[in-house]
């Protein structure tokens, strides 16, 4: 069965919404990290993808609810909700489902209390420890939508959000819901921040992915939550293929073989081959490991014949956010062929050490049919996507 995807709702350091996201692409010029230096325990300097959207209030919301988070996913989720209202006429409540990926959800309000109990023996007194539960930003979109359907989260490292998406694919298949919203949300906080540092892995910079003196990542934050169901629309999720490494706690495979088996199985899905394919936007986390790995595994599926980038130095690495923020990216390629593919920018001399994947380096107008996007966490925990237009009489 076909899963297509009606609408998005996203927010990101690119802007809020679809018509910004759109205009950013078009400005690649401009650098969209800025400088944090309360993020760090030691007060250093970090690059970091911020949203500087102005936060909606969640004061009437219960105290648990109330996290940044939570306000970044009511960001997306009001993108969305016309949409949905129109979709679920005449859809029951509890054929309406929820899946959120995440990796931090209220982790940045449970360091704030921990800052407030070390200063006064005591938490405050709204803080409210269900904030920092993984399930939290599904129970609040849920709650949001009025969904009485499966309602849960997934945490899988940066593979999180686009695991979401498949998740929510099979519930559709198989006959659960009839609407599901699913997508991911991450916030910046000084868990992720200070964990990535403590493994060398936060560049000193800007990320320069695919470099030959890349340094590691810069850590963001987003929400893109996309409403997907069983109604024909313009962009729908043609395939997905999933892969465990079991290699290391935080490193791939050098050899990029998990990679390449989720690579191969979502063009299996999808009824592909991958000539098939006009873009990938690839995971190009900065790091030494990762674009070694996965710039073998995208050569060895597609060789140089392929249009690909990272979008990391736009977004920064948003963790748990990351799959639903990337494949987001190419439903808006795929929905409006006015939006031009995202460039790979990097400011360094390429690592011409490493296979020579076809890197999107020039303002490049296309109008793609299918987009494939990967994300590859901690654990070898892999998953591609590939989102695709949709014509019925194909």
């Given at each position: 069965?076909t899963s297509?995807?009606?609408d998005l ?17 078009k ?10 230096s ?9 690059y970091?993808?911020k ?10 919301f219960?105290?648990h609810y109330?996290?940044?988070?939570n306000?970044?996913?009511?960001l ?9 209202v ?16 995440t990796?931090?959800?209220g982790?940045a309000t ?6 407030y ?8 007194e709204?803080?409210?420890y269900?904030?920092q ?5 599904a129970?609040?979109?849920?709650d949001?939508a009025?969904a009485l359907?499966?309602?849960?989260a ?17 519930l559709?298949?198989?006959d659960?819901?009839?609407?599901i919203?699913?997508?991911?949300v ?17 560049s ?7 470099a ?14 996309f ?6 629309s313009?962009?729908a ?6 892969s465990s490494?079991a ?8 050899r990029?073989?998990?990679?390449i ?5 979502a ?11 006009d ?5 190009g ?7 070694d790995m996965?710039?073998?595994?995208v ?30 990216l190419?439903w808006l390629?795929?929905d409006?062929?006015?939006t031009p593919l995202?460039?790979?920018?990097m400011t360094?001399?390429r ?23 990967n994300?590859?966490?901690f ?5 591609s996507l590939?989102?695709?237009t ?5």
């Open positions: 069965m297509f995807i009606n709702g996203i927010v990101c350091s690119l802007g809020c919404g679809q018509s910004e996201l759109k205009r950013a692409l400005n690649p010029e401009q650098e969209y990290l800025s400088v944090d309360e993020l760090h325990t030691s007060g250093k300097t970090v970091v993808g949203v500087h959207e102005a936060l909606p209030s969640l004061a009437s219960p105290s109330q996290t940044r988070n306000a970044l996913a009511k997306a989720y009001t993108q969305i909700e016309k949409a949905l129109t979709l679920s006429q005449g859809v029951e409540k509890k054929r309406i489902g929820v899946v959120i990926g990796s931090t959800s982790v449970g360091e704030e209390a921990a800052s109990f070390k200063e006064h023996g005591e938490f405050p709204h803080y409210d269900q904030c539960e993984l399930v939290a930003p129970h609040f979109i849920a949001l009025g359907g499966p309602v849960y997934i945490s899988t490292a940066c593979s999180s959000s686009a695991k979401a998406m498949m998740t929510a694919h099979m559709l298949d198989s659960l819901v009839d609407i919203i699913c997508g991911g991450d916030s910046l906080c000084r868990l992720t921040v200070n964990g990535f540092d403590a493994l060398e892995s936060v000193a910079s800007l990320c320069e992915p695919f030959e003196d890349r340094d590691g990542i810069n850590i963001g934050e987003a929400a893109a939550l409403i997907m169901s069983k109604k024909t313009k962009v999720l043609l395939g997905a293929g999933e490494d290699y290391h706690i935080s490193a791939p495979d050098p990029g073989s998990g990679a088996s989720a690579m191969q199985q063009l299996v899905m999808a009824g592909c081959q991958a000539s098939d394919i873009y990938v936007n690839l995971h986390t900065g790091t030494v490991k990762n674009d996965e710039s073998k595994a050569f060895d599926v597609f060789a140089d014949k392929v249009n690909t980038s990272s979008t990391k130095r736009f977004t920064g690495h948003t963790l748990g956010a990351a799959g639903a923020l990337e494949a987001g190419c390629l795929l409006d062929p006015q995202p460039i790979h920018k360094k001399p690592d011409m050490s490493l296979p020579q994947i076809s890197l999107v380096e020039a303002a490049h107008y296309i109008q793609p049919k299918l987009c494939l996007s994300s590859f966490a654990g070898g925990n892999n998953i590939i989102l695709g949709y014509n019925e009489k194909e």
